[in-house]
Nanobody, 118 residues
Framework: QVQLVESGGGLVQAGGSLRLSCAVSGSIFSINAMGWYRQAPGKQRELVAVIRSGGSTNYADPVKGRFTISRDNGKNTVYLQMNSLKPEDTAVYYC????????????WGQGTQVTVSS
């Protein structure tokens, strides 16, 4: 079994910063891509950023230049540094990971709330 535990969400004023963390544990041979998604009330879940095992990254247009995704392979942890936060960044943020253990499966965290006040 694999668990993803997120932390770092909270309430912040517009222009502020938060850093999200997501630690992956359990039966793991390797982790391929790791990503962050978000879901605002009444909206579909959307990709925020993804980082592959080789370190390449992709970002959604609304967060480019403000968010940075990184990973620590030794700790099986992915991070999302969020700067210059805007009220429209308010959402539940979920991490996911493509875990290889005899086969590849995608696992999700439980979500962490990020609220940006204006």
């Amino acid at each position: 079994q694999v668990q993803l535990v997120e932390s770092g969400g909270g309430l912040v004023q517009a222009g502020g910063s938060l850093r999200l963390s997501c630690a992956v544990s359990g039966s793991i041979f390797s982790i391929n891509a790791m990503g962050w998604y978000r879901q605002a009330p009444g909206k579909q879940r959307e990709l925020v950023a993804v980082i592959r095992s080789g370190g390449s990254t992709n970002y959604a247009d609304p967060v480019k230049g403000r968010f940075t995704i990184s990973r620590d392979n030794g700790k099986n942890t992915v991070y999302l540094q969020m700067n210059s936060l805007k009220p429209e960044d308010t959402a539940v943020y979920y991490c996911n990971a493509e875990v290889y253990y005899y086969r590849t499966r995608v696992y999700w965290g439980q979500g962490t709330q990020v609220t940006v006040s204006s």
